[in-house]
């Protein structure tokens, strides 16, 4: 059983056909004020987004950049929304909080953005084509993370760290890292631990390893997340 369980990012991708979502219009001052002031954020800036959920292509104009904002959510808590992005074909939107929060922002974000029209008097938002999920977690475990090998295999890292290791007693702290590949997909090479699409279990930093806490990425909503985590301590409590 899952203690001390933290949902630490919840992201969500909402993404458009082409020129479905009017950068241009969005990107003016009137506008970027109102989205502003509607969410509470502390700084905007019209500028290239971070690259998230792939890249961000050169644009004209670039794209905007909220940070740090606020949503009450279900009246009474509140979820600190650590970034909005508008990219040429993407929304982004991050809460330290559960992706259900990002459905209830992104709903009020639309119904402000529908009183709008484009220059030509289309709407400047469409219907997503796409939603891509990413969240972060942290929780205590039951096992220790080196249980997903089986005893040889622990036997056998345990004693290569130790012919290794440059002080007494270190041991391995395995981080497991899998991604999704199509079967007639090349296999770029190794992918960063925060890649969108990777599923990553690692010693959660600052922490030790006889604590069992882990930190979790994984490309799925929080609570599918959260339903994930569960059944893999249990599988693995159970060994």
């Not at 040889?152 to 395995?174: D, Q």
Request: net charge negative.
């Amino acid at each position: 059983m899952l203690e001390q369980v933290k949902i630490l990012t919840s992201r969500r991708a909402y993404e458009f056909h082409p020129d479905d979502l009017r950068l241009s219009t969005l990107c003016t001052k009137p506008v970027q004020e109102q989205i502003q002031q509607l969410f509470h954020f502390q700084t905007t800036l019209m500028g290239s987004p971070m690259a998230t959920f792939g890249d961000v292509p050169a644009t004209f104009p670039p794209g905007i950049v909220f940070d740090m904002g606020v949503w009450i959510f279900q009246d009474k808590q509140l979820v600190p929304i650590r970034f909005l992005h508008f990219e040429q074909r993407r929304i982004v939107i991050d809460v330290a909080g559960p992706s259900s929060a990002i459905t209830a922002i992104f709903e009020h974000l639309r119904q402000f953005l529908s009183q709008l029209q484009a220059a030509d008097g289309s709407p400047v938002i469409g219907e997503p084509e796409r939603v891509l999920e990413y969240t972060e977690i942290s929780a205590q475990f039951s096992f220790p993370l080196d249980k997903v090998f089986s005893p040889s295999m622990r036997k056998f890292f345990a004693k290569s760290v130790s012919e290794k290791a440059s002080e007494k007693e270190e041991i391995p702290i395995p981080i497991l890292v899998i991604q999704p590949l199509p079967p007639e997909q090349e296999y770029a090479g190794v992918v960063n631990v925060n890649h969108p699409r990777s599923f990553t279990l690692a010693l959660r930093a600052g922490s030790h390893p006889e604590e069992h806490v882990y930190f979790s990425a994984a490309p799925l909503d929080s609570e599918a997340h959260l339903s994930y985590l569960n059944e893999l301590d249990t599988a693995l409590t159970s060994r």
